[in-house]
């Protein structure tokens, strides 16, 4: 549900040990190719509390390997910059490396987030079914997104119930705790029920954010009750995507004038409903516009008058957020991109 690294609990000389442990096994086979080891700590007496970490003393084990690049692979690919789906390819086309071993560094923490449409609150049941409603990403520097869906996709729940991976990544791991907590209240998904709520609750919880977690925290640690609390925060609930005939719905806008904030309400028929508001849009209205011509915008919602896009005023494309911008935004990411074990440990 959520990988990260460097592990918050390993120091630099036992992430090398497990590190060459797993370089042997692939010389021994005569491996060459993208594949992914895995391993197990230990864990023992230490001081978590006090920020003692598992040193090169500490026995790790060896699980599996597989020969693929598996879901958490987008938080080795933040860390050393490397496209290892690119590399993965051009290997099985018999091309060689154009880097050594000693060329890969770790830049700063990432942490990946495996947007799952699963009922957090129900043992992590699989939801089954629901329309995207409102499907609206967050962005900005940092903050990564592979997905395929698009707003008013259904959920097909044949296959596995990953729908989407947030990634982000950050100058340390408390950078990127609050970043992550920012993409989080920006990322606005309705109709599919999703565990966000419970990735939100991990970034507020005390043994994540000091990692002191282990595998076996929400089997014999956690309270269920927080998680339910956390879904009722922060869930949504299941909709087809059918409208009732007259429901209506209030929106809260708020539109500028002059320099003026106005709380501006307007109602919307035939609008999904979830159990939390969405967020507040702005709209700017031209103070040079005739009077009726500025009213007759404001009346008339968001749909005329679209936020006003600041890609060609900023230097950076992702802070720009008028509507086709991210829908552009969010098509280039899916195509940069093509993507486990439940450990939370790397």
């Known amino acids: 549900m959520i990988e990260e690294g460097p592990s918050p609990a390993l120091t630099d000389e036992l992430r090398e040990e497990i590190g060459a442990a797993a370089r042997r096994g692939a010389d021994a086979a005569g491996y060459y190719n993208a594949g992914t080891f895995e391993f197990l ?30 879901v958490e692979h987008t938080v080795t690919e933040e860390l050393t910059g490397i496209d290892i789906v690119k590399w993965q390819l051009r290997v099985a086309a018999g091309e060689e490396l154009t880097f ?14 495996r947007i799952n449409a699963e009922h957090a609150d129900e043992e992590f049941q699989p939801a089954s079914g629901g329309t995207l409603t409102t499907y609206d990403p967050p962005g900005g520097i940092g903050v990564r997104l592979d ?15 990953m729908i989407a991976k947030l990634i982000v990544h950050a100058g340390d791991r408390e950078e990127c705790i609050a970043r992550s907590q ?54 949504t609930e299941e909709t087809s995507g059918d409208a009732e005939d007259g429901e209506t719905t209030e929106r809260q806008f708020t539109v500028e004038v002059n320099g003026k ?29 005739p009077a009726a011509a500025a009213a007759a915008a404001t009346t008339a919602g968001p749909a005329a008058t679209p936020p006003r896009c600041r890609r060609a005023a900023s230097p950076s494309p992702s802070t720009c957020r008028g509507p086709s911008c991210r829908s552009r935004s969010r098509r280039a990411t899916r195509s940069r991109r093509a993507t486990p074990s439940r450990c939370w440990r790397r």
């Open 261 to 289: 904030r106005f709380e501006v309400n307007l109602e919307e028929e035939g609008a999904p409903r979830s159990r939390r508001p969405r967020r507040a849009a702005a709209a700017r209205i031209d103070p040079h516009k």
């Open 100 to 113: 050594e071993q000693e060329d890969v560094d770790l830049s700063g923490h990432a942490m990946e987030f």
């Open 41 to 70: 700590v230990e864990e023992e007496d230490r001081d978590a509390e006090s920020g003692e970490l598992l040193g090169p003393d500490a026995n790790f084990y060896f699980l599996e390997v597989n020969t693929r690049i598996q």
């Open 147 to 161: 997905d395929a869906l698009s707003e008013g996709d259904e959920l097909v729940t044949d296959y596995d119930s």
């Open 182 to 235: 920012r993409a989080f209240a920006e990322y606005d998904i309705e109709g599919v029920v999703t565990i966000s709520p419970f990735h939100r609750l991990m970034l507020e919880d005390d043994a994540f954010v000091a990692g002191t977690h282990t595998t076996k925290y929400l089997d014999e640690e956690l309270d269920p009750t927080r998680i339910d609390d956390a879904v009722e925060t922060w869930g």
